[in-house]
């Protein structure tokens, strides 16, 4: 993991994607895994970025330090074990030249999410309050083209602080979400051909080529939650877009979900379909595909702590046409560790360009 | 009113859970630029480069074009990576570049194709797409020179059927006609048609200039040892052409103008200007044993010698880069 570390560093002070993949904050493992579900279904912290409202699915309080999360496909494997044998520069030509012919084709990407996460339910008909801080660092190299090798590197850290509250109307089948965010933004996007490299150009740097800035926004939810045995559910968010100076601005987007959940014993199912970006702007112009806008998934719970912990819990779905599975082991909110392998839609339509990948979660807390 | 909602919203989920899984929730094909650029460069990435054609010719910017043209090259099985990183390491650019020229017909159509694409139909041409037409030209013209000339590569040098100094070797050697021990006639029948048209694709039009005259030359008997100025007759056949545009000279000698930078290949790139070397105006001259004096086939007056950079190449001029004569 350090090595790792030294890794991503030694690309955002040494040297160093891309249009296709629908980059948003927050996607957890449990989303992940649950097809990238969660506009009714969010049942941590996670509700601030999917939607406020489902903060009224909490129904207790805790507080996850440190809460970490590893993203990485499977073709980051061959960065890792290049970490491992000292790693690599790209300062010569010639060592641009080795990278390209090393990792041609490939998609090595990493994402290292942590933070702290606060969550308390002030009343059993919704009212609840959340606030966390994360930091997320995202790497994500393709080297394209065997015929003149590029290296598309997209390099981006965030720090997010947001709070949101769900407030319930009336006896809280309805309920209204709104979270409040700030984000602060440094970001590298760059392609580096071989002709770059034989013309001597520098390799591109966050320090001298980075673009940064800072904003904040606002979400805005609801929720329906259907008061009978199967506990039905259908809700909406407005993601307001927010300038980032000169990064990549977040966009504006509106979602909308349904699912449902089923007790039986022991066992409770979840069931989640999601439609996001439907405001068509997370991806590139004239992407009208619905697939690449479609979510489902399911959760089943075993042993079930609370109305939203299971201490088991298995996961499944399908997001932008691509399998996801995962799994968790929940003790209480002491420890937390959980592990999903999915799918991400890379290309310009759902299941054009699939990379593989694995995400490792875990936190403490209480 | 409950219990409607719950219907709708359950027989919603259910339709829309057997519809996404009949479908299996994907895409067939993409629906806008980005996405026909990204199956082009994935196909391109996969190394399927028949479809890579057929899916970059799609995009109509010149990124599109320049990935067709990249595709014919992988078609073709040329990589511009291993050639292009080759040149910057190699001391010996040459060995490299006969390695790379197209071995059959198809494969030079495809060279051909890529470089009509980056010539003729990008708009705003790079550095690199200057060095990718001259890659490809250049190859073309080394494809026929190699078949016309035996290009080989022996111990790291290129070797030619003209290495030892004489065009005895090659296939287009002078013959010396004799009467009584003396010289009498001199033929060169050219290089043939079929090389002019493949680098200046002159092929309707290829210019072909005969001349039948006699020279006094001093001639030396070969069984006497005894040397008397006798007329010689010439019977020289000389194959030329103009370059046309769209062929691999001209496209060659537009590359080359175009092209800047690169410092790391110089020496590389001298090599693949190709059209520089060879119309230099050089005029070829060759030693027949039997006689004193060089002879030239190109003569003022009868054919006219080649010019520096007038477009125009001959036997001359070509026997003349192959062999250039002494300083």
Partial sequence: ?366 | MNKAIQKIVTLFMALTLVLTSLSSCKDTSATHQAGLLETCMTYSDQKKWSDAVTACALIDTDDGKHLTAQAYMGLAGLSLFDVISGLSTVDDPMTLILDKIPATTGKAKNYHNALQIIMDDITVKTNTMYLEALLLSSMLVYKELSTLFELKVKNGAVTNCASSGSLEDCSFTFTVTKTAGYASGLVFDGLGADFYDAICQDRDSAISIAASTALTHTITNTITSLSQSQSVSYDMTVDSCTIRDGSPMAYNKLAGEGISGFDDLADSLSQLKIYDEIDQGVNFTQSVDDLTDDISICNTGYITPPVSGDGIINDCEILGYLNPPAN
Avoid: C
């Fill in chain 1, 1 to 366: 993991m350090k090595k790792l570390f030294t890794l991503i560093i030694a690309f955002l002070l040494a040297s160093p994607v891309m249009a296709g993949e629908i980059r948003r904050l927050g996607e957890d493992y449990r989303s992940k895994a649950m097809g990238n579900t969660g506009i009714v279904t969010a049942t941590s912290a996670t509700a601030l970025f999917y939607n406020p409202a489902t903060l009224s699915n909490i129904f207790t309080w805790w507080i996850d330090t440190p809460m970490m999360e590893l993203t990485y496909s499977d073709d980051s494997k061959d960065l890792y074990d290049t970490a491992k044998s000292g790693g690599f520069n790209l300062e010569t030509q010639q060592d641009q030249f080795d990278f390209m012919d090393t990792y041609i084709g490939k998609n090595p990407y990493i994402k290292f999410t942590t933070g702290t996460n606060a969550v308390v339910n002030i009343s059993a008909r919704g009212l609840s309050i959340a606030g966390n801080y994360t930091y997320e660092a995202v790497l994500d190299i393709k080297v394209r083209n065997p015929s003149m090798p590029e290296i598309s590197t997209f390099m981006r850290l965030d720090h997010v602080r947001q709070y949101g509250i769900s407030i319930p109307i009336g006896i809280g089948q309805w309920v209204l979400g709104a979270t409040y965010k700030t984000i602060e933004r440094n970001e590298l996007d760059f392609t580096y051909g071989m002709a770059d490299a034989l013309e001597g150009s520098d390799f591109p740097t966050l320090a001298s080529d980075g673009a940064s800035g800072i904003g904040s926004g606002y979400d805005l939810g609801f929720l329906y939650r259907q008061n009978s045995a199967s506990r039905l559910m259908f809700g909406g968010v407005y993601r307001k877009g927010i300038e980032l100076g000169d990064a990549t601005p977040i966009p504006e987007e509106y979602a909308l979900g349904i699912g449902m959940v089923q007790q039986f014993g022991i066992f409770r199912w979840i069931g989640a379909l999601d439609f996001r970006d439907l405001s068509y702007k997370g991806a590139s112009d004239g992407d009208k595909s619905i697939n690449r806008r479609t979510h489902w998934g399911s959760e089943l719970g075993i042993f079930p702590l609370s109305k939203s912990r299971s201490w088991i819990s298995i996961r499944n779905g399908f997001s932008q046409g691509n399998y996801s599975t995962g799994a968790e082991i929940s003790f209480w909110r002491v420890f937390v560790i959980g592990g999903t392998r999915y799918i991400e839609e890379t290309g310009e339509y759902a299941g054009q360009n699939p990379s593989n990948r694995t995400v490792l979660y875990f936190s403490f807390g209480f």
